[in-house]
């Protein structure tokens, strides 16, 4: 079993940056593929950004790719979103989440989740 803690959310202003950190705990956490997920209230819980085991090749949804950046250390069991010139319509529930081998698009496909941590972008 794999234990996810997100943390580094929180309440910005429009154009800010934050830096989402996950720590996992109790897997060989090289194994895993990493995806960074949110969810705003009434919407779908969805992919914005995934990194592979080996970290090469990122996945970045349209809407995030070019002011995010998903990245990993495996000595350190953790994977990190920067988020740069954030929007109203970033706000969200932000959740970390891990499977074994490939990284997938689809959140049903990954089998360990973290609690989440919120963040809130205000104009």
Partial sequence: QVQLVESG???????????????????????YAMGWFRQAPGKV?????????????????????GRFAISRDNAKNAVYLQMNSLKPEDTALYYCAAR????????????????????????
């Fill in 9 to 31: 959310g929180g309440s910005v202003q429009a154009g800010d940056s934050l830096r989402l950190s996950c720590a996992a705990s109790g897997g060989t956490f090289s194994k």
């Fill in 45 to 65: 819980r969805q992919l914005i950004a995934g990194i592979s085991w080996t970290g090469g090749n990122p996945y970045y949804a349209d809407h995030v790719e």
């Fill in 100 to 123: 074994e081998g490939y990284l997938s698009v689809s959140s049903g496909a990954y089998d360990f989740w973290g609690q989440g941590t919120q963040v809130t972008v205000s104009s």
